[in-house]
């Protein structure tokens, strides 16, 4: 009887497991394969750039170039960031995702031989180091966007958010991770095993079918996809504080990445395994700020989090760079490992949240672009500051400026959209046309006359210039409300579209949340007058 004791508490450990499933996106198998692959990826990729920073200092004294290495991995990004987010909104994602894990497994494979074989010098540890940061630009907006084909639409908001808080404790746990396993079996040993993890998403994947995206008219080539997408971008507020908020805040964080390798070397007295539990403390309070954010964030308004973790930061930084004693770099580490996962884990689900899905691989590559850009640009400036006087001087200088900079952008708020701002699919009238244009004529102008009472005009105006940015983002490249001088109640909006497939597209990316807009404007035209709309196509001299 005593052997036969566990099984009960196994078979009790499975229900209470199932019970946990139940309400989350984990219960779904592939979306659970998925999940662990991409949580495999993002500790490869965070163990290569570590076992990359600490192997750069064992081989040149140069704060400098140990910077540099943050800098060629994350460099990729500033350069192509915007390319591989088109590139996943226009083409199979699945194969987007298993062509970089082939990258990143290649890439991270010879430099672990070449390490083990002694051939590893600065210059080629910094160019294999760029092909890993490729291989990473062009593999996480076609993860991200595939969330949203793994998932049924009410589970999306906590897929989204669940993989965001996995990846960023993936992002604190892989350099703890590569600095305990560089101090025991070596560098080039710890490569090979972050090289592996690039194997299980390919695993996750293997049999996969593609999910076909229906796309109205002609399909978006990669340079008007990224048009596109840029466009957005410009005419998205909610999306232009994200990226204001990240740009401010990684820029400053940059320094922390770039530098500790030299802090555990000169500033603590420490040796790969001391490196390593540095990183292991950031990674344990990067779980204890995941496992704080999804129950906050219901609590508590986004943008009040990222500035607390902001702040956070600044302070745990600055706790690092007067340390004496290794133990009170631990804690500084600590929070802000917590810091860190609050704010970018925030800025994700915001971004996510607010992007529908048409555009989404672009908005989180414009996040990752941000991030990235930042870490790159930011760990020159404070490498070479390091330099030219110490990593003291560095770390203190860039949490008084991340301060100056949250002071700055005091009115910048990041909120979390909804299911109408990224619901699309809203049902448009048919189009009844005399001739139909092919994909590739226009431009297109688009003109619609409404008749407003007096009393209704200055709401009218105000209704009518919150659609500006919908027409600007969605594809419009001009755009302007006309009062009639001759009829004074007589208002024409008029916008102009490149092409017949950018408008056909244009009305398959309305949203909910832009159909009320537009309603709205409606509800104020004159009752029993219908609403004139003339759709013309641009005539060359010689058509006619």
Not at 120 to 131: A, K
Not at 480 to 501: C, M, N, Q, T
Request: net charge positive; hydrophobic share 55%; charged share 15%.
């Amino acid at each position: 009887m005593p052997l036969q004791t566990p099984r009960p508490r196994i078979a009790g450990l499975r229900a209470a497991l199932g019970r946990r499933l139940r309400g989350s996106p984990l219960r779904l198998p592939r979306f659970r394969r998925f999940y662990f692959g991409s949580i495999a990826t993002a500790l490869g990729f965070t163990m290569h750039a570590t076992v990359a920073a600490w192997l750069m200092a064992t081989l040149t004294p140069s704060a400098f170039m140990v910077a540099l290495v943050q800098t060629a991995s994350t460099g990729p990004a500033l350069l192509m960031g915007m390319i591989a987010g088109t590139l996943a909104d226009i083409v199979d994602r699945r194969l987007v995702v298993m062509a970089t894990q082939a990258l990143l497994l290649g890439s991270t494979l010879v430099l672990g031989v070449a390490t083990l074989a002694g051939l590893i010098e600065p210059m080629s540890l910094l160019i294999l180091t760029f092909l890993t940061g490729i291989g990473f630009v062009f593999y996480m907006p076609a993860q991200q966007a595939m969330i949203n084909d793994l998932v049924p639409r009410p589970d999306l908001a906590r897929a989204v958010a669940l993989g965001a808080v996995a990846f960023n404790v993936a992002r604190a746990v892989g350099p703890a991770l590569a600095g305990a396993l560089a101090a025991w079996i070596g560098s080039g040993s710890a490569m090979l095993a972050s090289a592996l993890f690039f194997v299980v998403m390919l695993v996750a994947l293997r049999g996969w079918r593609p999910v076909a995206h229906s796309i109205p008219g002609a399909p978006e080539t990669l340079f008007s996809g990224l048009r596109s997408g840029v466009r957005y971008l410009r005419h998205s507020p909610p999306l232009q504080s994200a990226v204001v908020r990240n740009l401010a805040f990684s820029s400053c964080a940059s320094s922390l990445w770039a530098l500790l390798p030299i802090i555990a070397r000169d500033q603590l007295q420490l040796s790969a395994g001391g490196f390593g539990l540095l990183l292991g403390f950031f990674g344990a309070g990067a779980v204890v700020g995941a496992l704080w954010i999804p129950r906050h964030l219901q609590r508590v308004a986004l943008n009040t989090v990222i500035v607390g973790g902001i702040l956070a930061w600044a302070a745990a930084i600055l706790v690092i760079a007067f340390a004496p004693w290794t133990a009170l770099a631990i804690a500084g580490t600590s929070a802000a490992g917590a810091a860190w996962v609050s704010v970018h884990a925030s800025l994700s689900a915001g971004t996510q949240s607010s992007a529908p899905a048409w555009v989404r691989a672009r908005a989180v590559s414009t996040n990752l672009v941000a991030v990235q850009a930042s870490l790159a640009l930011g760990s020159i400036v404070w490498g070479a500051i390091a330099t030219l006087a110490d990593t003291r001087t560095a770390l203190t200088a860039s949490a008084l400026v991340m301060l100056l900079l949250l002071l700055l952008t005091r009115r910048v708020t990041v909120t979390m959209g909804n299911d109408a701002d990224v619901t699309t699919g809203v049902q448009l009238p048919e189009l009844t046309l005399a001739i139909q244009p092919g994909a590739d004529d226009g431009p297109v102008l688009i003109q619609i006359e409404y008749q407003v009472d007096a009393h209704d005009r200055q709401a009218f105006l105000r209704a009518v210039a919150a659609v500006e940015g919908v027409r600007r983002r969605n594809g419009a490249s001009s755009w302007r409300i006309f009062r009639d001088l001759e009829d004074e109640g007589r208002y024409v909006e008029r916008f102009v579209i490149k092409s017949w497939a950018e408008y056909t597209r244009q009305r398959a990316r309305m949203t909910v949340a832009e159909r009320e807009l537009q309603q709205r404007v409606v509800k104020l035209h004159r009752e029993g007058v219908p609403i004139r709309i003339s759709r013309l196509i641009g005539v060359e001299r010689f058509d006619a």
